[in-house]
């Protein structure tokens, strides 16, 4: 899984401050790089995909962890549905618990699922229109009456799978991780252990 980055402190010191270390290496430089990590990745996320919704709920969706000297940074959607992944690399979307998705075609469910939408129908369930001229392979529709005349106004289009997306990458490739790991514990390393040791 490329979304996701792991470090251990111990294993970017030389021999000599491994020595001079190996007990001493306070658990505060691990939280600081953890910190620095997660705005990079957050900051990414924000000025390559958008400060708008998407791009604000993929930086909020960014966890990280340390457990001594190690730190470890990834995206809490690819537990589920692997949702910064793909946006990171692209592809098609296919639906895992059903055998269409539902995409929104109107601006007013726009970002809602068909499945939430409070259908405006006798027995609350949406209508299930084809249109004669798409065939009987053609497309597949979701609607609801709308209007004085009840005409069934489009919502969703059912499909089997999306059209193949372009990635949009944003996590930072491990290089940038690594180089910003070693700026932060050369700091570290000039500013913290001469006062202390």
Excluded at 16 to 32: G, I, N, Q
Excluded at 37 to 49: G, P, Q
Excluded at 170 to 185: M, Q, Y
Aim: charged share 30%; hydrophobic share 35%.
């Amino acid at each position: 899984m490329k979304i996701r980055f792991s470090v251990d402190l111990r294993e970017l010191l030389d021999a000599e401050a491994k020595m001079a270390l190996e007990s001493r290496l306070p658990e505060f430089a691990a939280k600081t790089l953890e910190v620095s990590l997660r705005d990079r990745a957050e900051s990414n996320a924000r000025s390559k995909i958008g400060n708008g919704g998407f791009g604000q709920e993929l930086a909020e969706g960014i966890r990280t962890r340390s457990d001594g000297a190690e730190v470890v940074i990834d995206h809490v959607s690819n537990d589920t549905n692997h949702l910064a992944q793909h946006v990171h690399e692209g592809g098609v979307i296919r639906p895992r618990n059903s055998r269409f998705l539902a995409i929104p075609i109107d601006r007013s469910v726009k970002g809602e699922y068909a499945r939430l939408h409070s259908w405006n129908t006798a027995d609350g369930r949406p209508l299930f229109i084809r249109k004669k001229e798409d065939g009987p392979n053609g497309r597949a529709y979701l609607a609801e009456p709308r209007g004085k005349r009840a005409k069934p106004k489009f919502l969703y289009v059912l499909v089997r799978q999306t059209k193949p997306q372009k990635p949009r990458p944003w996590w930072p490739t491990d290089e940038e991780f690594t180089e910003l790991t070693g700026r932060e514990l050369e700091w570290w390393l000039k500013y913290t252990l001469p006062q202390t040791i």
